[in-house]
């Protein structure tokens, strides 16, 4: 997820909170878990969304599985996080691909892309994977199934824009398509449905009332957009100011989300620099626990941020670097992440990676 602009954000609706950390009790620290959802994979140790990053991430020992989701042209839906192939990620090997929108690409015509050659430039201490594929979400889901953990979860993410309608398929794929086959391979009860989108949200939810929904905030989607569309197109017919004073807690609860899951601040730089903006806040995090929800900020990647959100309470952290998140967790004395497990290349060879 990347869904961030430089608007300004107003103190009313965030509020501040003090950066100096207090060691946790020994009262805290006996029931405190710290969950790690390994973003697109984990991106900054392996190739993006690709079987390879997520077998890596279940070795590590993240809880959670964080990936994204689009259709082909043939219907397929397919675990990537852009709408767009782009020739910083994946490159062609046979036909003209890159730069088309995957709704416009067949499975077939995708697969021919190498997408684990490109080293992005700001994560270059990734492990390349040359000729890894762009995946399906059930090959994703047999490769979790190979692994063999029960424990793992997968947070999925519906790609589409409100008002960008004819990059991706419609909305009413997105709510008809994807919980039948999460239902089918047993993996509705283990997976979470995330977007910034809230339409979604509000249509699956209203279809499979049981799904654990996800909605995601960013500074972007909580101000009337400045696109040409008045309003709040992201929010699912939500006018924020006029129907919640502005509280994007209480939305969120309206259209009965599992888990708030905003960015974690803005402005640059981590917690502890001066043009930081946060955007999770310990009060931000006790309103939402009194109002049922969890807690779960992205993308923090800095051992200083994960530290004053996992003090302000956060249920669980998205990372490109979930090791960190683990690391910090439990040097201050939390139990995080789950057992790390021994690879297993026959699940990759399973799952169309070329290593």
């Given at each position: 997820m990347v869904k961030i602009s430089g608007t300004p954000l107003s103190i009313a609706a965030v509020g501040f909170a003090a950066l100096t950390q207090a060691a946790p009790s020994t009262e805290e620290r006996a029931w405190k878990k710290?969950?790690?959802?390994?973003?697109?994979?984990?991106?900054?140790?392996?190739?993006?969304?690709?079987?390879?990053?997520?077998?890596?991430?279940?070795?590590?020992?993240?809880?959670?599985?964080?990936?994204?989701?689009?259709?082909?042209?043939?219907?397929?839906p397919v675990i990537w996080h852009d709408h767009q192939i782009s020739g910083t990620k994946c490159k062609d090997t046979t036909g003209n691909f890159v730069g088309k929108f995957i709704a416009n690409i067949t499975?077939?015509?995708?697969?021919?892309?190498?997408?684990?050659?490109?080293?992005?430039?700001s994560y270059k201490q990734a492990k390349l994977a040359p000729g890894a594929q762009i995946q399906t979400l059930e090959e994703v889901l047999d490769l979790v199934e190979c692994y063999g953990d029960s424990q793992v979860e997968i947070n999925l993410e519906t790609k589409l824009d409100p008002i960008v309608s004819n990059e991706t398929f419609p909305l009413q794929a997105y709510v008809d398509n994807i919980i039948p086959?999460?239902?089918?391979?047993?993996?509705?009860?283990?997976?979470?449905?995330?977007?910034?989108?809230?339409?979604?949200?509000?249509?699956?939810?209203?279809k499979f009332p049981s799904t654990r929904t996800v909605a995601l905030i960013d500074d972007t989607n909580i101000i009337p957009d400045d696109r040409g569309v008045s309003g709040y197109p992201w929010l699912g017919g939500i006018d924020l100011q006029k129907d919640y004073g502005g509280d994007w807690v209480k939305a969120a609860k309206s259209i009965k989300a599992t888990v708030l899951s905003p960015v974690h601040g803005t402005g640059g730089g981590t917690a502890n620099s001066p043009e930081y903006k946060p955007f999770v806040t310990k009060e931000v995090v006790e309103r939402a626990h009194k109002l049922g929800l969890q807690v779960v900020p992205w993308t923090v990647d800095d051992e200083v941020t994960i530290d004053k959100l996992i003090t302000d309470g956060v249920d669980m952290i998205i990372s490109d670097?979930?090791?960190?998140?683990?690391?910090?967790?439990?040097?201050?004395?939390?139990?995080?992440?789950?057992?790390?497990?021994?690879?297993?290349?026959?699940?990759?060879?399973?799952?169309?990676?070329?290593?």
């Amino acid at each position: 997820m990347v869904k961030i602009s430089g608007t300004p954000l107003s103190i009313a609706a965030v509020g501040f909170a003090a950066l100096t950390q207090a060691a946790p009790s020994t009262e805290e620290r006996a029931w405190k878990k710290v969950r790690v959802q390994a973003h697109r994979g984990g991106l900054g140790l392996r190739p993006e969304s690709t079987a390879y990053a997520f077998a890596y991430a279940m070795e590590i020992g993240a809880n959670v599985l964080e990936m994204d989701m689009v259709f082909t042209k043939d219907g397929i839906p397919v675990i990537w996080h852009d709408h767009q192939i782009s020739g910083t990620k994946c490159k062609d090997t046979t036909g003209n691909f890159v730069g088309k929108f995957i709704a416009n690409i067949t499975l077939a015509e995708l697969k021919t892309l190498d997408c684990g050659s490109m080293q992005l430039s700001s994560y270059k201490q990734a492990k390349l994977a040359p000729g890894a594929q762009i995946q399906t979400l059930e090959e994703v889901l047999d490769l979790v199934e190979c692994y063999g953990d029960s424990q793992v979860e997968i947070n999925l993410e519906t790609k589409l824009d409100p008002i960008v309608s004819n990059e991706t398929f419609p909305l009413q794929a997105y709510v008809d398509n994807i919980i039948p086959i999460l239902k089918r391979r047993r993996f509705d009860k283990r997976t979470y449905i995330q977007s910034f989108d809230w339409r979604t949200l509000i249509g699956i939810k209203k279809k499979f009332p049981s799904t654990r929904t996800v909605a995601l905030i960013d500074d972007t989607n909580i101000i009337p957009d400045d696109r040409g569309v008045s309003g709040y197109p992201w929010l699912g017919g939500i006018d924020l100011q006029k129907d919640y004073g502005g509280d994007w807690v209480k939305a969120a609860k309206s259209i009965k989300a599992t888990v708030l899951s905003p960015v974690h601040g803005t402005g640059g730089g981590t917690a502890n620099s001066p043009e930081y903006k946060p955007f999770v806040t310990k009060e931000v995090v006790e309103r939402a626990h009194k109002l049922g929800l969890q807690v779960v900020p992205w993308t923090v990647d800095d051992e200083v941020t994960i530290d004053k959100l996992i003090t302000d309470g956060v249920d669980m952290i998205i990372s490109d670097y979930p090791e960190r998140v683990k690391h910090v967790a439990r040097d201050r004395g939390y139990a995080s992440g789950l057992r790390t497990r021994e690879p297993r290349p026959q699940c990759l060879s399973e799952a169309s990676l070329q290593l």
